[in-house]
């Protein structure tokens, strides 16, 4: 499982990848079991302090696997598919917490789920010709994991419902004006922009970055996500109703 996510270290700086380009990097079950274990390698790191989260130049990624019959399947108990849903929330405060200072770049698109990891982390970067996407109402279901408390803090509440209840594509120039993204790259270059980013932090003092990132989490409230535990049931119920195990 350990090549679906590929974790580099060089000096301070961690590259973690995904790597299924065949599957434009959907995140599989083992995916986010991937990025939980990394998220809990590199926490107890001291010496890394940088982490960039990256899909390479194929994409960042497409979003929940809908192949993958763990996520999506039916036949499983109810509650055995509501603890593997939520081990996607579970996963993605981890690393939202992370001490380290954490840099998504972002080739091509990033969709759903995949987003919502980018948005955990604390800068993003976008390619020039890049867009994000949360397709989940348009598919038939709620947007997950603890997503919307945390596009509500970036775009407000208004571009919340067009991006989620729409299903709104945002291009790169849009997301930049919006908030959701911190920084626009030429196509192509988003790695080593992301690079330079990450040059920066490092130039900053290490403890006193750490203790500013805490801190501006705290005051936003990030980690305290209010309807984390509920969101991921409402996807199950969705799924239900389409499948005719409800009404809808």
């Not at 990256?54 to 999506?72: M, Q």
């Not at 405060?93 to 091509?108: D, G, H, K, N, Y």
């Not at 698109?109 to 987003?115: D, K, N, P, Y």
Request: aromatic share 4%.
């Amino acid at each position: 499982m350990s090549d679906i996510i590929l974790v580099e270290k060089a000096g301070a700086v961690a590259r973690v990848t995904f790597n299924r380009p065949e599957r434009r990097n959907a995140l599989s079950a083992d995916s986010i079991a991937r990025l939980g274990a990394i998220a809990a390698e590199l926490r107890e790191d001291s010496g890394i302090r940088i982490v960039i989260l990256s899909g390479g130049a194929v994409c960042f990624s497409a979003g929940a696997d809908r192949k993958d019959e763990r996520l999506f399947g039916d036949g499983m108990a109810t509650a055995e598919q509501l603890r593997i849903a939520e081990i996607g929330t579970a996963v993605v405060s981890a690393w939202e917490t992370l001490p380290q200072v954490t840099i998504a770049a972002i080739e091509r698109h990033v969709v759903g789920g995949a987003l919502t990891f980018a948005m955990a982390c604390d800068f993003r970067v976008m390619g020039r010709d890049a867009f994000a996407s949360v397709p989940e109402v348009a598919l038939g279901f709620n947007y997950g994991l603890g997503s919307v408390p945390r596009l509500l803090r970036l775009v407000g509440l208004a571009r919340t419902r067009r991006i989620v209840m729409l299903a709104e594509r945002v291009p790169a120039a849009q997301a930049l004006e919006w908030g959701l993204i911190d920084y626009i790259a030429e196509e192509g270059g988003v790695d080593a922009f992301s690079a330079g980013l990450a040059e920066r932090l490092l130039a900053m003092p290490g403890l006193a970055l750490e203790m500013t990132k805490r801190g501006v989490n705290a005051a936003a409230g990030v980690g305290q996500e209010p309807t984390a535990h509920a969101d991921m049931a409402s996807i199950l119920l969705c799924l239900a109703a389409a499948r005719g195990g409800a009404s809808a």
